[in-house]
Nanobody, 125 residues
Framework: QVQLAESGGGLVQAGGSLRLSCAPSGSTLSSDVGWFRQAPGKDREAVAAIRWDGARTKYADSVKGRFTIFRDNVKNTVYLQMGSLGPEDTAVYYC???????????????????WGQGTQVTVSS
């Protein structure tokens, strides 16, 4: 069992930046990791994913060019650097980890077994 914890959320003005972190407690984050978000009244949507070794990444079209996912396996942490934020990015952001790194990286949430509690990101206009 992997317990994940997100941090770094908060309130930011439109056009600003935030960096979210995802770290496990009591374990090593050694599988593919994804970031997802859910805005009020909307379905959860994928944001980005990164392979276990950091060599491959994938992004939702809505964040390409604005967000960067990366990981530091020494610090056992995956990050989501978000820039050019707009009100449409307001959501609870979740990180998730696969049980094992089999197959290609994916933005399909069904592939992820472990989820954090989420961190709120609010972008004011």
């Amino acid at each position: 069992q992997v317990q994940l914890a997100e941090s770094g959320g908060g309130l930011v003005q439109a056009g600003g930046s935030l960096r979210l972190s995802c770290a496990p407690s009591g374990s090593t984050l050694s599988s593919d990791v994804g970031w997802f978000r859910q805005a009020p009244g909307k379905d959860r949507e994928a944001v980005a994913a990164i392979r276990w070794d950091g060599a491959r990444t994938k992004y939702a079209d809505s964040v390409k060019g604005r967000f960067t996912i990366f990981r530091d396996n020494v610090k056992n942490t995956v990050y989501l650097q978000m820039g050019s934020l707009g009100p449409e990015d307001t959501a609870v952001y979740y990180c998730a980890a696969k049980m094992a790194s089999a197959g290609s990286i994916t933005l399909d949430s069904r592939a992820y077994a472990y989820w954090g509690q989420g961190t709120q990101v609010t972008v004011s206009s």
